[in-house]
């Protein structure tokens, strides 16, 4: 498997993404600059999380606009598989790669903690290796995680299983609508999160919760 | 041109002493740009005229050492060619008078001063003290200065790890902000500042030069009065975004080999950068303000010199490498321009629009700045035995302390830093110290702040004593090898013999302490005149301490794990209750003599229960520090809910739960394992004893004195977001 990790100015989990992903591929991911309008040909893009711009004006939308976004986006619509985690979540928001928004936390302060998150859905590429309802940790690190989409939304992604992860009852740290913690698109290639599964990696640091989507990934697409 | 009145001297905070001496130095008359380059310059900030002579007095070699103070961050060596460089600094006055951007733009200069050297920045700590809960600002600077520490570190990619928040009357009209950053490097990849030879380009990076923070390091070296809110104009905007453009594009530039010296613009900006560099390679400098990026249209020569813009550096380059340099710079969309070149003239020379507007010899703004012996005077120790009601019930008290401003949870504090970014943060906030781990390698670091400003107020010598040895036990106490210490001196008006005393007491107490335990002191920073109209506040010497952790599956930490272990404590326990939380916050008093520190028996116990450690013996250990022994014992069961019986009779006392003797630790092993323990301990003239066993939901000392773990948990957690949630909106 061939993977790319996108390097805006301020990323900051790009080396943790890009770490994981060689571990788990056994290749070290190609680092694709912002600013760059191609990026190589790649079974798996990941867009990590951070501050792309500063996150002035509002998280991602401004890297929505960033000329390698327009080839993420053309890839993305050809079939190619996209991880948007965190900022990158935020960011495929904002490219209308995926559906709603990530509002401002509800407590209206960052959030930095693990959190325990519920598998919803196994039947997709990202989460194959996951029993359905298995519950994992991941840290989350946000202040804006609080997802929003209208009702109709909603309920068109709970019928059709995007609703990918989910806090576990109680544990929701942002407000987010339903306790989303994840979506994925329609035709299920990209697939979008706000907690850290890159950082739930190393049994040192904690439960390994993350390593099954990454793993999943690497037999997915080889 | 201006001409300097006596009242223009005033205003920028030098004396006619100090004035005359100018005078001295230059041969003539100063013009204003020149005084405002002294008076930044001769600054007690920039300066440290009133310390300078007892810090002296500290040890700063030892074998790890590679670089000590005097330089924008100390390094030591911990082994493989890996270095850790690191610093603690202080934005007091600009976070009370601004708490969210005072305290983003502390944690921005300190982390510039650890890149600057080439160091990777990996963990961010703090040590923050407020006012009283009760008064009527400190709420909005606890959540100011919080969201400011979160807003700037966690956009920087780098994990905030711990610190410490206290509270206390003396911090009602001056908090505290002191952070602390430790960064990564290899040893032979360290950058200087001395800007050595002549004939080399002088750069300037990073963002454009504007108006604000004109005149902070001179702010930071006055008292405060009722009108110090005016100042919220000498208060530096951050923009933590440029910074982390400006690290990745420093550390891109350093990997070549292009960079003679660099130097950060942090507290009076270009000035103190390029006058520091110039003295510290014996060399001149000629800078032309006309090259200067600027934020804003016709700025003067004396806005531009003193400007404290954040997220600029300053770097003096080989000849010919300004356009390797600049494609770097561009790349990373950040300004670069070559605004100097250095001179063998050992002189600041600046020009502005084909004038020269300032010209002195580098040495009066270095070595020839005053330098004070103020006379101090120090105050007898405190050495009353306090009292107490020996009939409190002692499980109450228990839970009321542990549910203290001082002594409750800083979850809701430390839950808005990012601590998980560069996953590498072994031990996160909570445990004695925290512990990251050696990016891709099996060691880690252990990095803690302490002090305990009662004690140092009732005994400035034994207290700054205890700062250092409660630094060095906490990095025992998860197995570490403690190597050095930065510091962060923050006291009152020196000008007061009083305050000078502190001082002096407290910076022996450093020496000794700091000699006794091979625990040299690479870095740090003073930061004076921390008073309001008066009063000043609590002697607080922050120590901060960095150690290493060999074998990084080897940590211990302090949550009970197992059901029954045997309940170890290291160290003697004679009940010292003089300054201690319980007779402050049962009994209301602060008084008595701090407990003493018998640095022998530190290190004594310290070296022993590292050994068990570092040999795999025990995995749970907590250090015995404020609140006493029944406090750490609650610290240990409320992690995991795992309670304990303890079986200690009658002998148990409330001095004996609630002394804080120093020297102390506890342990949890398995009974096979603590007896071996016990036997060793007896061996070397370590004393331990048997204090019980771990195990149930409860934590009980006697049929009659019992409390659910979960009970004290919940009063653990409360307080602090009760108190914030509090707030008025």
């Not at chain 1, 056994?26 to 893009?45: C, F, Q, R």
């Not at chain 1, 994925?184 to 599964?197: A, Q």
Request: hydrophobic share 40%.
């Amino acid at each position: 498997m061939k993977s790319a990790v996108i390097v805006f100015p301020a990323s900051n989990r790009d080396r943790d993404t890009a770490e994981v992903l060689e571990k788990v591929t056994g290749t070290k991911p190609y680092m694709v600059w912002h600013a760059d309008s191609e990026m190589p040909n790649v079974d798996l893009i990941v867009i990590p999380g951070g501050f792309s711009y500063g996150d002035y004006l509002r998280c991602g939308a401004m890297a929505a606009q960033s000329h390698i976004m327009r080839d993420v986006i053309a890839k993305a619509n050809k079939g190619v598989a996209v991880l948007g985690i965190c900022n990158g979540f935020q960011i495929l928001t904002e490219s209308r790669l995926l559906p709603g928004a990530l509002m401002r936390n509800a407590g209206l302060k960052f959030v930095s903690k693990p959190v325990p998150v519920d598998v919803e859905e196994t039947q997709s590429m990202f989460t194959r290796r996951y029993r359905k309802k298995q519950r994992v940790v991941y840290p989350v690190a946000h202040g804006e995680g609080n997802y929003f989409a209208d009702e109709e939304t909603l309920d068109r992604l709970e019928g059709e299983g995007r609703v990918v992860f989910r806090y576990a009852g109680g544990e929701n740290p942002n407000g987010s609508a339903r306790d989303i913690a994840g979506v994925i698109n329609e035709k299920r290639n990209v697939m979008g999160l706000m907690p850290h599964p890159e950082c739930a990696c190393d049994p040192l640091l904690g439960p390994p919760d993350g390593l099954g989507l990454f793993e999943g990934l690497v037999e997915a697409l080889s | 041109m201006t001409a300097i009145t006596q009242k223009i001297v005033r205003e920028h905070g030098l004396n006619d002493d100090e004035y005359a001496r100018i005078k001295r130095l230059l041969n003539r008359e100063p013009n204003l740009v020149e005084l405002g380059i002294f008076s930044v310059m001769w600054s007690e900030h920039c300066s440290y005229k009133s310390t300078r002579v007892h810090l002296r007095k500290l040890p700063t070699k030892g074998a790890v050492v590679i670089q000590g103070p005097g330089e924008n961050a100390g390094v030591i060596d911990i082994g493989d060619g890996d270095a850790c460089v690191f610093k603690m600094e202080s934005h007091n006055h600009p976070s009370f008078i601004e708490p969210y951007q005072g305290a983003a733009t502390g944690v921005g200069g300190i982390m510039r001063d650890v890149f600057t050297m080439g160091a990777r920045p990996v963990a961010m700590m703090n040590a923050l003290r407020f006012g009283e809960p009760s008064h009527e600002k400190t709420r909005h600077l606890v959540s100011g200065v919080v969201s400011g520490i979160g807003g700037y570190g966690n956009c920087m990619g780098v994990p905030t790890v711990g610190g410490e928040v206290n509270f206390h009357r003396s911090y009602n009209g001056n908090i505290l902000v002191n952070a602390m950053c430790v960064g990564l490097a290899r040893s032979d990849k360290i950058f200087l500042s001395a800007a050595k030879g002549a004939g080399n380009p002088v750069v300037y990076i990073g963002s454009k030069t504007g108006r604000d923070g004109i005149h902070g390091a001179t702010m930071a070296s006055a008292e405060f009065n009722e009108d110090s809110e005016e100042k919220r104009p000498t208060v530096q905007v951050g923009d933590p975004f440029t910074e982390k453009l400006l690290l990745e594009a420093c550390l891109e530039l350093m990997a070549t080999d292009a960079i003679v010296a660099i130097q950060d613009m942090g507290a009076a900006g270009l000035t103190s950068s390029s006058a520091e560099m110039a003295d510290k390679g014996g060399a001149g400098i000629e800078l032309d303000l006309d090259h200067v990026p600027q934020r804003e249209a016709n700025m003067t020569a004396y806005e531009m010199m003193l400007s404290e813009s954040q997220e600029r550096m300053l770097a003096v380059l080989k000849p010919g490498r300004e356009a390797q340099a600049e494609a770097i710079f561009k790349k990373w969309e950040l300004d670069f321009a070559v605004i100097g070149i250095t001179t063998d003239t050992k002189r600041l020379v600046v020009k502005h629009k084909g004038k020269i507007v300032a010209d002195m010899p580098v040495t009066s703004l270095s070595d020839e700045a005053p330098l004070y012996e103020r006379p101090y005077q120090k105050r007898a120790p405190r050495k009353d035995a306090p009292t107490f009601d020996a009939s409190r019930p002692v499980m109450e008290s228990l839970v009321k302390i542990i549910a203290s401003p001082d002594m409750c949870s800083r979850r809701w504090v430390w839950e808005q830093y990012d601590n998980s970014v560069m996953a590498d943060t072994i031990q996160m906030p909570g445990g004695d110290a925290a512990v990251v781990r050696v990016h891709g390698t099996n060691k880690a670091l252990a990095i803690t702040t302490d002090v305990t400003p009662r004690y140092c107020k009732a005994d400035p010598f034994e207290g700054a004593k205890q700062a250092v040895a409660e630094a060095w036990r906490n990095l025992t106490a998860v197995g570490a090898t403690p190597l050095a210490v930065t510091d962060n001196l923050n006291f009152g008006n020196p000008e007061r013999p009083e305050t000078m005393g502190e001082i002096v007491g407290a910076i022996d107490g450093i020496g000794e302490a700091c000699r006794a335990l091979s625990f040299p002191v690479v870095s740090g920073n003073c930061s004076l005149y921390n008073e309001t109209n008066g009063e000043p506040i609590l002697p607080t010497p922050a120590i901060g301490g960095v150690g290493l952790i060999k074998d990084v599956t080897r940590v211990a930490r302090i949550g009970f794990k197992r059901a029954g272990d045997t309940i170890v404590l290291i160290g003697d326990t004679k009940g010292h209750l003089g300054q201690s939380l319980y007779l402050r916050e049962i009994e209301g008093r602060e008084e008595g003599a701090p407990p003493p520190v018998d640095l022998a028996a530190e290190k004594r116990n310290g070296d022993f229960v590292r050994r068990l450690i570092e040999q795999g013996r025990v995995d749970t250990v907590h250090d015995v520090s404020d609140g006493g022994l029944l406090v750490a014992l609650a610290e240990m069961a409320m992690p995991a809910g795992m309670g304990a019986e303890l079986s200690l009779g009658e002998s148990a006392t409330i001095p004996f739960w609630f002394g804080e003797d120093q020297a102390r630790y506890l342990l949890a092993a398995s009974p096979e394992e603590a007896n071996r323990i016990m036997t060793d301990a007896a061996k070397i003239g370590v004393p331990a004893s048997i204090l019980g066993r771990t195990g149930g939901v409860d934590l009980v000392l006697a049929p009659d004195k019992q409390i659910a773990v979960s009970r004290l948990r919940t009063a653990h957690e409360s307080w602090f977001p009760g108190y914030m949630e509090a707030a008025p909106r």
